[in-house]
Every structure is written in structure tokens, then in C-alpha cells.
């Protein structure tokens, strides 16, 4: 196995009227979502073999989800259903290019019911990079389990890549999201992160200082999604960002998880790390000119096609 994901599996519904308020719209299509559910379906359409660990309600979302999953190659064998809990729901407006405003449904959410046994603890090492987000931590008993996969992978080696995934709605305060996470820091070895996401984990608004603050807990690779922007890398190496590929925006709700599936395709092939993030703006560009995440992922071939065509650049200034 490639990589092996843990936490969120959602149910999306995204408004088929587009420019119309939310509270105006009448009609809404379904889709797979969940940040690391979105990631594991990406991965896999570029071609990698992925596991994902996590939890659904007992109810008939779930049926459509374990579908998906299965019907994009993705194995569920570790996705548990779990009585008392809900599938977690999310309802997004589109009006582009850049008002996406969502409303997520997460009383007693299944997901955070993630236990591990032995079993799911072999199964993470059989891989080569253990993928996990902020949001698996907002609840125990998944807070503890997450923690414990992630020293496992970490112990044996695996490249383990943490996605900050805030949620407001899921957390008592921002405050105590980013000191949850930071104990999560010395397992990391690559970090994602937005702008704000990393300020609340770090406390520095500085990205040079962002960086070498995440870097102080054992973290290699720190990413910092900059939108509109595009994106920058840290190591202790040296610092490289890369532009963002101009395409039409339809929807920019998933182009962090599209992101996160190029570019960890591309680590997990041990491409350069400018490559890498080239190969993560490719895949959010092709996801940003769709509707929805999951579905929006592309394949492999329209990944470099997008490349071949781009002139998107790559900078780099030493450490």
C-alpha cells in the first residue's frame, strides 16, 4: 500500500443553482467529502494504492459513501460503522469566483469515533506514508487514536504528513485546536497548511517564522497554501514557492485537497520538492474549474497535461 489515510468521510451537497444564496437554493447535488476522504480519492485517481481508516454512522449515507470509496479503488476494509453517530453533512452555496459559503452538520459525528486495534495499527505500517488532518483530533476517542497512529507510522518510518484541516465548528476555540495540534507536531514530518491555519498552530504570522517554528518540533516540509497566491515550502534547506495556474474558477471548496493529493502523489514518487508543488497546483487548478471535491479530483493524465501547458514558475531563495 501507498499511503494509508485516517479521518474524515462526509456527505456533501452542493447547490445546483449557482449565484443564489444558500437559503434560496432548491436543489443540490450529492457528493462524497470529508478533507481526508477527498485526499484518499485523489491519490488513488492519480494512481496510487490507498487504505483509509475512519467511521460512519449506521444509516444510509453511509451505504453511498462506502460505494464511492470502493468504486474509486480506495479500501475501506478499516471503515467502521458506528451506532448513536451521525454521518457528518455539509451544505455549500456556489456563486463564483469566490463566494462558497457552507454550513456543516457535526452534532456527535461519527468520525470521531476512530478506534484503533491492532489490526488497523498493521495495517498503517504496511504503507509509506500515513496521511492524517486537525479535525481527527477535535474529539476523543479519535484524538488519542490519531496520536497513536501517528507516533506508529512515524516509529516505523512511514512519511507522515499532517493537514491542519481547522473547523471551526468543530472545536471550543481556535485556541485550543492549535495546542491539540501542536502535540501532534513531533510525529509530523510534512505539514499543510493555510496562511491561517498555520498562525493559529504557530502563533507567528510570519511565514519564514512559521516555518521555523513547526520545524523546532522534528516537522521536515512545512506547506503553506497561499490561494489566489499560490503556495510556499520551507525545509531547513532552503524556501521555494511556486505560482498558482491561472484557470476559470468555478468552485475553490476542495482545492486544498487537491493540492494535498498532487503534491503528495509527487513526494511519494520522490520527485523534487519544487516538483511537488507543481504537481499540487496542477491538481487544485483542475479542481477549482469543477463542482464539488472528491468528483472534482482529476486523473493523472490531465495533471500533466495541465503541466505541459503551463507556465507557471517555480522560485527558490536559500534558507
Known amino acids: 500500500m501507498n499511503v494509508c489515510v ?32 477527498n485526499i484518499a480519492i485523489g491519490l488513488a485517481r492519480l494512481g496510487l494504492h490507498v487504505g483509509i481508516i475512519g467511521r460512519l454512522g449506521n444509516d444510509f449515507l453511509a451505504d453511498y459513501l462506502l460505494g464511492v470509496l470502493s468504486r474509486e479503488g480506495v479500501d475501506t476494509q478499516n471503515v467502521r460503522l458506528v451506532e448513536g453517530y451521525s454521518t457528518s453533512l455539509c451544505l455549500t452555496e456556489v456563486s463564483p469566483p469566490d463566494r462558497f459559503p457552507q454550513v456543516f452538520y457535526r452534532a456527535k459525528p461519527a468520525d470521531s469515533q476512530v478506534v484503533l486495534g491492532e489490526a488497523e495499527m498493521a495495517y498503517i505500517q504496511q504503507a509509506r506514508m500515513f496521511v492524517t488532518n486537525g479535525t481527527s483530533l477535535c474529539a476523543s476517542p479519535s484524538r488519542e487514536s490519531t496520536l497513536r497512529a501517528l507516533s506508529t507510522a512515524h516509529a516505523a518510518g512511514l512519511c507522515t ?54 520545524m523546532s518540533y522534528g516537522v521536515k516540509i512545512v506547506v503553506c497554501k497561499l490561494g ?13 514557492s511556486a505560482d ?47 463542482v464539488s471535491c472528491s468528483d472534482a479530483m ?19 531563495k536559500p534558507a
Open 6 to 37: 485516517l479521518g474524515r468521510i462526509g456527505y456533501d451537497l452542493y447547490a445546483v443553482e449557482h449565484n443564489r444564496p444558500l437559503a434560496q437554493v432548491e436543489h443540490f447535488s450529492r457528493h462524497l467529502g470529508g478533507s481526508s476522504a
Open 161 to 214: 504528513v499532517f493537514d491542519v484541516d481547522y473547523r471551526a465548528s468543530s472545536w471550543p476555540s481556535s485556541a485550543t485546536a492549535g495546542e491539540v495540534a501542536r502535540g501532534a507536531l513531533p510525529c509530523v514530518e510534512v505539514l499543510l497548511g493555510n496562511e491561517d491555519e498555520l498562525l493559529l498552530l504557530t502563533g507567528e504570522s510570519d511565514a519564514s517564522r512559521q516555518a521555523v517554528a513547526a
Open 228 to 240: 489566489a497566491k499560490g503556495v510556499m515550502a520551507h525545509t531547513r534547506e532552503g524556501s521555494w
Open 244 to 290: 498558482p495556474i491561472p484557470v476559470d474558477v468555478v468552485s475553490t471548496i476542495g482545492a486544498g485537497d487537491g493540492f494535498a493529493a498532487g503534491f503528495l502523489y509527487a513526494l511519494n514518487h520522490g520527485f523534487p520538492l519544487a516538483e511537488c508543488l507543481r504537481y499540487g497546483n496542477a491538481a487544485a487548478a483542475v479542481v477549482v474549474s469543477r
Open 298 to 316: 482529476p486523473r493523472l493524465d490531465e495533471v500533466t497535461s495541465l503541466l505541459t501547458a503551463s507556465k507557471a514558475t517555480i522560485s527558490a
